[in-house]
């Protein structure tokens, strides 16, 4: 079931998205399952853009050294798959520097930009 933003019910503090845009909400709910299937009481700290990039900060409840390993994967692989997904859209996307502030976008919102 979903709830009106569109995330799944039960999705910790479903604000944690605010920070970052719709399209790479799809990337962030992936890595919180596979998460969640790993260490169910993990806690999600912050999510965020920085630098063009995502960033997904956590705090596992597992003692579990695999278990903490596999998670910071998954982590990282969420973070190197916003690299290549517009945060507007969720198509395909690359770092746009051409101002001060730095973002991941598809060519379509770049030329909006």
Known sequence: MRV???????F??????????????PIVMRAHGLMFALDPDYTVDQV?????????YYTPESDDAETVNRMRRIATEAE???????????????LDQSKR????????HKAER
């Open 4 to 10: 009106d933003s569109g995330l799944p019910e039960g």
């Open 12 to 25: 910790p503090r479903p604000r944690i998205l605010s920070g970052v845009g719709k399209g790479w909400w």
């Open 48 to 56: 965020k853009e920085k630098m063009g990039t995502l960033r997904y």
């Open 80 to 94: 190197l798959a916003s690299t290549v997904t517009c945060e507007v859209c969720g198509k395909p996307g690359e």
């Open 101 to 108: 502030w730095l973002l991941t976008l598809c060519p379509e």
